[in-house]
């Protein structure tokens, strides 16, 4: 006849089940805290999910319209901002011609690395992007103002040299202009021509 034994009293069974009964009873561990709860398994996609919601509130916050930091400060009232403001946006053209060729309005005029003013230019077309978060009339001068603090490009024409010319005839849509041309208030689609001599 075959005889079980339990392993830690040493204690003899006459079966299996006598023997089962037996360490049930007697060496049975108490539950540990969490035995019988499930294991919660969240899923990848809703860590990535809330990862993402989060770099989105970073990069909305960093990149809202206001006033960037102290090195883009305001020239003539006009901030730098990082992004573009959306209540006016017009588009005026500059022309310049210093004795009898045609100067470069460069690109990037007001638009620096973490910031762009209202005033500013994307090309080297001569058109003028004012993109301002009020409505409001800007000048002439206050676009010279920061060509002339923004000129960080090797241009071929220095904006300072406007108010040193010997001779200077400036038209707005091909009519003269009389009067200091700083004063000028740049319109939607103005046509403006500096001519040097």
């Known amino acids: 006849m075959e005889e079980f034994e339990c392993k830690e009293h040493g204690q ?10 037996h360490n049930s009873s007697k060496h049975s561990k108490p539950p540990k805290f969490g035995d019988n709860l499930k294991k919660i398994q969240i899923p990848k996609s809703v860590f990535a999910g809330v990862f993402l919601i989060a770099v989105a509130a970073i990069l909305i916050y960093y990149f809202s319209a206001k006033p960037v930091s102290a090195q883009s400060t305001s020239i003539d009232g006009i901030q730098c901002n990082s992004l573009e403001g959306s209540a006016m946006h017009i588009h005026p053209h500059l022309t310049i011609s210093s004795n009898g060729n045609n100067a470069t309005v460069p690109a990037d005029i007001g638009i620096l690395s973490t ?83």
Not at 12 to 21: I, P
Not at 124 to 147: C, M, R
Not at 175 to 194: F, H, P
């Open 12 to 21: 003899k069974f006459q079966d299996a089940k006598a023997l089962e009964q």
């Open 115 to 197: 910031c762009l003013y209202w005033l500013h230019t994307h090309d080297a077309s001569g058109t003028i992007h004012i993109e301002s978060p009020t409505v409001k009339n800007y000048t002439l001068g206050q676009f010279i103002d920061i060509w002339n603090a923004t000129a960080r490009y090797a241009s071929s024409f220095d904006p300072s040299s406007l108010s040193n010319a010997a001779s200077l005839t400036v038209y707005v849509n091909g009519n003269v202009y009389n009067g200091n041309y700083r004063n000028i208030t740049l319109l939607d689609k103005e046509q403006i021509k500096m001519v040097m001599n």
